[in-house]
């Protein structure tokens, strides 16, 4: 913990601290007790940024915990199922993905079958300029990195679908950003067979009914299509370049061109990479008439839409152009984001027909996505809209505690208590 803490801050740092304590399993952290009980890919790179303030053996066993589900051809599912739980304290559980069944899945640990936002190298890379001892810090990012290699290998090869240089999410889970409304209009399309999937089958209210039977028939299709990338490309239904994943994707691009250089490895293809998402981005998802990102819908070839916190994501790519870097922060501080909310950054453009306040992802405030642009905001020198960002993100978490998400206009905690990442996030942010 810093020293230069205020009171408050020490409280909340040690509230924090303790979330984290609970929700650790022996190996990896739980993304909320009891609502999602296993090990989350996202969840867990965000985790491991606060126990490498709080518990730094921890952060390191975190991450590698989560390799442990990694595909043979370098896909990192989405979930690692603690298996020492019973079978149906989550659903979908393992029964669902049959990721046993595939010949790349591992063979000893379960898992879905899809992926998330790839900001594991990015989180390395930090974890690495927290460590106290660098010695042993370059010794995790030499076991991390070939991992890393093989996670960014497979999204450029198998998940490059519209073939422009970006990785493409084949279901609304691999967004992270689940019910985003920027998902609206292709999941309209999908066909539903006349028997719903979805059980009765979970607690939680948001999202349910129709919207999950659709997301359930996508794991469906995938899954009897055997996960193979040229189902993918050719058939799926549902094939979207996300700006937010993109981004995350460039800046650990960056990251691991960084880690390579560190562990005596070639950081130059990792350069590469990272200038030709560059490219991609402004070429493919960036939209003049709106002056910011959007997702581009791969089986219409037309921008969704929909303005979300996920159009911000680019602020991730440190060479984001000054006119684009101008345009999306007056976008964040208009009233359709920062401007008209209490506390921000709301997940939804909040003047869309579709923004919903306590909406899951169609609104409410979620500390993971400030986390994402506050970063962004920093290395782009932009401290009115990183202090905007920190300064919310506090009061959210002091007003309603380690909630999943919060009401954009006054702060309410909704879903999840006590859940992982706004804990751990929260720790990164105190420093
Ligand atoms: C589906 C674990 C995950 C987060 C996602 C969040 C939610 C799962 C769900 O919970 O997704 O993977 O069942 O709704 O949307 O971002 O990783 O915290």
Same mark, same amino acid.
């Given at each position: 913990m810093s020293s230069r803490l205020t009171g408050d801050e020490t409280a909340l740092w040690k509230a924090a601290a303790r979330v984290l304590d609970a929700n650790w399993t022996g190996t990896a952290t739980a993304a909320s007790p009891g609502l999602y009980p296993h090990q989350w890919s996202w969840d867990s790179a965000f985790i491991s940024l606060g126990l490498a303030r709080h518990r730094p053996d921890r952060a390191e066993t975190e991450l590698l915990s989560l390799f442990r589900g990694q595909w043979a051809d370098g896909m990192l599912p989405h979930i690692v199922f603690n298996t020492t739980l019973a079978r149906h304290a989550f659903f979908p559980g393992p029964d669902l993905w049959r990721s046993t069944g595939q010949a790349a899945a591992p063979r000893t640990v379960q898992t879905s079958g899809l992926t998330q936002p790839p900001v594991h190298a990015l989180v390395a890379l930090r974890l690495h300029e927290c460590a106290r001892d660098g010695e042993s810090s370059r010794g995790f990012l030499a076991r991390l990195y070939p991992l890393l290699a093989a996670q960014h290998r497979h999204l450029a090869t198998a998940r490059d679908l519209g073939a422009g240089g970006l990785a493409a999410i084949c279901h609304p889970w691999e967004s992270g950003l689940d019910n985003s409304p920027a998902w609206d209009r292709p999941l309209a399309a999908l066909q539903l067979p006349p028997t719903a999937y979805a059980p009765a089958h979970r607690s939680r209210t948001l999202p349910t009914g129709e919207d999950y039977d659709r997301y359930v028939r996508l794991v469906a299709l995938m899954r009897d299509a055997g996960y193979r990338p040229e189902y993918l490309r050719e058939s799926h239904p549902f094939a979207v370049e996300d700006p %937010?994943?993109?981004?995350?994707?460039?800046?650990?691009?960056?990251?691991?061109?960084?880690?390579?250089?560190?562990? $005596?490895?070639?950081?130059? /293809?990792?350069?590469?990479?990272?200038?030709?998402?560059?490219?991609?981005?402004?070429? &493919?998802?960036?939209?003049?008439?709106?002056?910011?990102? &959007?997702?581009?819908?791969?089986?219409?070839?037309?921008?969704? *839409?929909?303005? =979300?916190?996920?159009?911000?994501? /680019?602020?991730? !790519? /440190?060479?984001?152009?000054?006119?684009?870097?101008?345009? %999306?922060?007056?976008?964040?501080?208009?009233?359709?984001?920062?401007?008209?909310?209490?506390?921000?950054? *709301? =997940?939804?453009?909040?003047?869309? /027909?579709?923004?919903? &306040? $306590?909406?899951?992802?169609?609104?409410?405030?979620?500390?993971? =996505?400030?986390?994402?642009?506050?970063?962004?905001?920093?290395?782009?020198?932009?401290?009115?809209?990183?202090?905007?960002?920190?300064?919310?993100?506090?009061?959210?978490?002091?007003?309603?505690?380690?909630?999943?998400?919060?009401?954009?206009? !006054?702060? =309410?905690?909704? $879903?999840?208590?006590?859940?992982?990442?706004?804990?751990? %996030?929260?720790?990164? %942010?105190?420093?």
């Open positions: %937010l994943f993109n981004a995350t994707y460039l800046a650990s691009a960056h990251a691991l061109a960084e880690i390579a250089r560190i562990v $005596g490895a070639d950081p130059v /293809p990792h350069r590469e990479a990272a200038q030709r998402l560059h490219t991609a981005l402004l070429d &493919r998802l960036w939209d003049p008439d709106t002056g910011c990102f &959007r997702a581009r819908d791969l089986r219409d070839d037309r921008l969704l *839409p929909v303005i =979300t916190a996920g159009s911000f994501g /680019p602020l991730l !790519d /440190p060479e984001l152009p000054a006119a684009h870097v101008r345009n %999306l922060v007056d976008l964040l501080l208009s009233a359709r984001f920062a401007g008209a909310a209490g506390y921000p950054v *709301p =997940t939804c453009d909040i003047q869309a /027909p579709a923004f919903d &306040r $306590g909406g899951y992802w169609r609104g409410p405030t979620w500390v993971s =996505t400030n986390w994402l642009i506050w970063y962004g905001a920093l290395a782009h020198g932009l401290p009115v809209v990183a202090d905007l960002l920190y300064g919310s993100t506090i009061r959210l978490v002091r007003q309603s505690g380690f909630r999943e998400f919060f009401d954009p206009f !006054d702060g =309410t905690g909704r $879903g999840s208590h006590d859940y992982s990442w706004s804990a751990a %996030l929260v720790l990164d %942010l105190l420093g």
